[in-house]
């Protein structure tokens, strides 16, 4: 009869194979928002093609896992523009109650993970499982690691909370036990260029998601390669075309013309300018939470990182040479623009103080030439383009705790769009269902995706003429 394996008996990798060898596929988790893992998948499948890297990639909650190695993990560090944190599995298995989470933890070889003289903490999420404290795992956690250490230094490293050199997180799923420690530091959300906070910020790296969902890193990656037109696939369409399926599709020529009339502190319009440049910002960090991890191997991460850094860098564009590719573009596809501007972004918005940072912001971030901002209600905004990307976070009502109603807003914005923008695309993100259906037009794509917190609807709105000859 065939033996069992036995209860606590990983199918992963052991923690051995992590550290003393770059032969063994490591396992890592890129975290994103809820409802963004396709897109996140999609953006690890570019990094791993950009860098001819061997690797596997899959959908988990909130996140990817990415098996590339540590070349994958710090290429995903340096150049996603959609994760917020990279994270290195070292263990999962399955647990039954605390002392056997004390257990597993202590066969991990933390010695080999960080040197003692560097501080770290333990952050737990525990949910339909054997305990409901969450401090109490961690708490737990941290005693196996303070452990290992003492059996093999008689000491231990030091537990900062705040602001630990090495972050350990751990997850408590019923009985799956997953433990992982930060190789990021920093959120990569945090490009730098954000100075401060306005009421009901988006953050950087969900933008990017949604700006990738309307095609635009498709069009911010061919427009330097060549002239021929670039189009919005729909999923649907890209499948067909995959099989070799000729049929009814909704790809629709892209613009590089985009615009937020509603831009809050300008996040769209800076992440659409640093996608169409290829500019990375966190490659320019001072810091990554992997430099703190591994110390057998410190030399060969840092050589990976200084590698991946360099080709980074010189992958960056110039502005300098964006109005030549923008008029062969637009010539060879008939895109009509005012020839006597850089600008390809504009953003507007009622408050002043709105308008103020985001112009502070583009010139932080260095994307202010082809990026411009100005006081406007949204109902005057005016197409600048024959064609281009409308992209708008309007008010959603609980986030500002606004009690007025916003139907009559949505709806002006729809017939603002019907009236002056046609040729034009329409996205919209909003959690108010009442709200949307005032906007009085048919969505051609309606994704779920989150907020922060908020459970939200980005819909998608083309403003074409069905006999459109760029509406294939």
């Known amino acids: 009869m065939k033996k069992k394996p036995h209860r606590h008996q990983s199918k992963f990798h052991s923690i051995s194979n992590y550290f003393h060898t770059f032969q063994a596929t490591n396992r890592f988790f890129v975290t994103t928002s809820r409802g963004l893992e396709d897109v996140l998948k999609e953006e690890l499948e570019d990094i791993s093609d950009r860098y001819n890297l061997r690797s596997k990639i899959w959908n988990g909650s909130a996140g990817c896992y990415f098996e590339a190695g540590w070349q994958g993990a710090i290429a995903a560090n340096l150049t996603s523009m959609c994760a917020s944190r990279v994270l ?3 263990s999962e298995s399955e647990v039954e109650n605390v002392d056997e989470l004390y257990q597993y933890a202590t066969q991990i070889d933390w010695t ?3 040197a003692k003289n560097l501080s770290f903490s333990v952050s737990a999420s525990v949910q339909d499982t054997f305990v409901s404290n969450s401090m109490f795992v961690a708490l737990k956690v941290k005693d196996a690691i303070c452990d290992t250490f003492r059996r093999k230094y008689n000491d231990r490293p030091n537990v900062e909370p705040s602001h630990a050199d090495v972050k350990i997180y751990v997850r408590l799923f019923r009985t799956q036990l997953s433990i992982s420690v930060d190789t990021t530091g920093e959120p990569l959300s945090r490009r730098g260029y954000r100075l401060s906070t306005i009421e009901a910020p988006l953050k950087e790296s969900i933008a990017a998601s949604l700006l990738r969902m309307t095609g635009w890193m498709s069009l911010a990656s061919k427009i330097w390669e060549s002239s021929d037109p670039v189009y919005f696939e729909d999923k649907e369409t890209r499948i067909l ?18 615009m937020d009339p509603m831009c809050g502190s300008g996040t769209f319009l800076i992440e659409a300018a640093l996608a169409l440049l290829h500019w990375k910002p966190n490659v320019h960090r001072e810091h990554f939470a992997f430099l703190n991890l591994c110390p057998q191997n410190l030399l060969e991460i840092k050589k990976i990182y200084n590698n991946l850094k360099n080709k980074v860098i010189a992958n960056e564009k110039s502005i300098s040479e964006l109005p030549l590719r923008i008029k062969l573009y637009c010539e060879k596809n008939g895109i009509q623009y005012s020839s006597d501007k850089i600008s390809l972004f504009f953003g507007s918005d009622l408050l002043a103080g709105n308008v103020a940072t985001a112009i502070e912001c583009a010139k932080i971030a260095g994307v202010s030439k082809i990026v411009t901002f100005e006081k406007k209600d949204v109902l005057n905004a005016m197409p600048f383009a024959s064609r281009g990307l409308l992209i708008v976070n309007p008010p959603y009502g ?3 705790k606004q009690d007025d109603d916003l139907r009559p807003l949505y ?10 923008f046609s040729f034009w695309t329409a996205w919209l993100l909003s959690s108010n269902e009442n709200a949307i259906k005032s906007v009085g037009l048919k969505p051609t794509r309606r994704i779920s995706v989150y907020n922060g ?3 939200c609807k980005f819909l998608k709105y083309d403003l074409y003429p069905k006999n459109d000859k760029h509406s294939l």
């Open 453 to 455: 917190a908020i459970a």
């Open 88 to 90: 290195l599995v070292l």
């Open 398 to 400: 609980e986030r500002l």
């Open 241 to 258: 075309k995959n099989q070799g399926i000729q049929g009814k599709s909704n790809a629709i020529l892209l613009s590089p013309f985009l």
């Open 112 to 114: 080999a993970i960080f």
């Open 411 to 420: 709806q002006s914005l729809g017939d603002l769009w019907k009236q002056k």
